[in-house]
């Protein structure tokens, strides 16, 4: 039985410090050294998933192999480890309430008055401890959303508190702070990491390692300052500089030796060998591209450029796999009309039409597919951009005026793209869609899908209601565009051709979800590359 170790990230001074990136890279660090590890989210909102979130609020909506909707956090956890997630990876205070609740309702507590502590606290540390009892995993990091001082993260750092005190060294805590940089006085400040170690401390928790985000390098001074006040040992207080790429971090903190630190806090041998090959010849590859191809991305989230993360993270594998910079071009749907779309989209080598859900944008998307289509430019249609290849398709070849998807106009009188039939009962939003990875046969050899994945067989991941409409898939044929991957079990259609054109690929699931540094996706690598001839 492995004796698992707990290691909990929590963050303070201000959000968007990058505790996903720094708990994804030391376990990155931990793994190269042998360590078998996963990484878990405590998110302290009430959705029970982030899937019934605008991304404007919460970014991308990442999916899971077993179907989870989860924070995107999760996606950085699989790229940097190249293994799988799962449900119960990512667990919100709407999660924990609903199944502390609904004990109640069966009597499970017997009488008693329910509680944040212990009940709620119980079952936080339940989900925690459950990573651990699979006896897979020799370390679990866990990390811990929000702010420190933040009303809705108590009862996660009292669950913290309680797990540290059962656990002695077997758990650790990671404090991820800011020191920011004056400017007027040319200073670097460590009065904010000295509060928010208190506020840490005054719900009793110590952290044992202190991990200080900073535009400009720490000198020894500060860090002594650091641990002398906040009670950390000097080589525990590590500093975690701006670098170009979020990949670089694993490097940077193994030049802090944090990983070391880590293990010897946990107890656990510090085994010599580190195997970071492959992981380094990712970045020299990433630092040293032999050419640049532009790409652009149209999408009406595009403000927000982590509403389509694991996308553009797959372009950055998908770059480097070809040697080439990827520089991306953000496009918003709304911003595309008949008189801007040759303007905004001109001098692209790549187009590709993101995912989405609902009316707004749709034209700018249908317009972006028309001009990748009519110029044959390399086509990427993701979900919803393969849905509007269809549609755009269905109008301008087949001149099925108002062909449309249901979804945007339930009375079209060609439904080209219609619900799927397992969904015409659905009544809730949460985690209802089609979710989660299925088959996709490819039934043409001779098709760029082929070609990029070399198998006969794939397996995807999933998130939508609506569907290709079969009843129209002759005419479709019989016009030039192909299904040339079908689900084998439903005969759903999972991606559409265009033979005649260089490359046009419409795929009805979410490629990009399981593109990571060391197994960048081959439908990424192929866009890219035909992007580039
Ligand atoms: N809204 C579409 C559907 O539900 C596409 C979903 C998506 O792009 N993820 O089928």
């Known amino acids: 039985m492995v004796d698992t170790r707990y290691i909990f990230v929590t963050g303070g001074v201000t959000s968007s410090l990058g505790k996903g990136i720094l708990a994804s890279s030391l376990a990155k660090l931990l793994q190269a050294r042998g360590y078998s590890v996963t990484l878990q989210k405590l998110d302290p909102y009430l959705n029970v998933d982030p899937g019934t979130l605008n991304p404007y609020e919460h970014g991308e909506c990442f999916v899971t192999e077993d179907g989870a909707e989860t924070d995107l956090d999760l996606g950085h956890y699989e790229r940097f480890l190249n293994l799988p997630t799962s449900q ?23 009488g008693k008055t329910v509680q944040i502590i212990p009940h709620i606290t119980d079952e936080i540390k339940r989900k925690v401890k459950y990573l651990g009892s699979k006896g897979k995993y020799d370390i679990v990091i866990t990390e811990i959303g929000g702010t420190v001082g933040d009303i809705e993260s108590l009862p996660y750092i009292e669950a913290v508190r309680q797990l540290k005190w059962e656990m002695g060294s077997k758990a650790i805590v990671i404090h991820l702070t800011l020191v920011p940089y004056l400017a007027a006085t040319g200073e670097l400040k460590t009065k904010p990491t000295q509060h928010s170690v208190k506020a840490l401390l005054e719900t009793g928790v110590q952290p044992d390692v202190l991990v200080l985000r900073t535009e400009h390098d720490i000198d020894d001074n500060i860090r002594a300052k650091v641990a002398l006040f906040c009670n950390v040992a000097i080589e525990a207080v590590v500093q975690s500089v701006n670098v170009p790429s979020i990949y670089e971090v694993p490097i940077r903190m193994l030049e802090e030796r944090l990983d070391v630190t880590v293990l010897k806090k946990l107890d656990l041998p510090v085994k010599e060998a580190i195997d970071l090959d492959s992981w380094n010849e990712f970045l020299y590859k990433l630092k040293h591209p032999a050419n640049t191809v532009e ?38 749907s709304e911003s595309l009309t008949g008189s801007t779309v040759e303007n905004k989209l001109e001098g692209a ?53 108002d062909a449309d998807s249901t979804e945007m106009n339930p009375k ?61 898939l002759s005419q479709f044929e019989k016009a030039g565009m192909k299904a040339v991957g079908i689900n084998p079990e439903t005969d759903l259609v999972e991606i559409m051709e265009i033979p005649s054109h260089k490359w046009f690929v419409g795929v009805q699931f979410h490629p990009e979800y399981r593109s990571t540094v060391l197994n960048p996706h081959p439908l990424f690598v192929d866009f890219v590359k035909n992007a580039l001839s």
């Open 295 to 332: 790409i652009a991305l149209v999408g009406k989230y595009v403000e927000l450029h982590d509403a389509y993360k694991s996308i553009s993270e797959a372009l950055v594998h998908a770059g480097a796999a070809n040697n080439t910079k990827v520089n991306l071009r953000w496009v918003h």
């Open 412 to 472: 079209t009188s060609h439904p080209v793209i219609d619900l799927m039939e397992q969904q015409k009962e659905v009544i809730d939003f949460g985690g209802t869609m089609r979710l989660g990875a299925y088959d996709c046969r490819i039934v043409a050899k001779k098709s760029n899908v082929f070609n990029a994945y070399n198998k006969l067989t794939v397996r995807e991941r999933h998130r939508h209601r609506f569907e290709f409409n079969n009843n129209y």
């Open 349 to 401: 080598n790549g187009i590709l039409v993101a995912p989405g859900f609902g009316n707004r944008g749709i034209k700018g998307k249908l317009l972006a597919v028309q001009y990748a289509r009519e110029n044959n430019i390399p086509f990427f249609g993701i979900c919803l951009g393969m849905q509007m290849a269809v549609i755009e398709f269905a109008r301008n070849v087949m001149k099925l005026e």
């Open 88 to 110: 119960a990876n990512n667990v919100t205070t709407g999660k924990i309430y609903q199944t502390v609740i609904s004990k109640e309702r069966r009597g499970d507590y017997l």
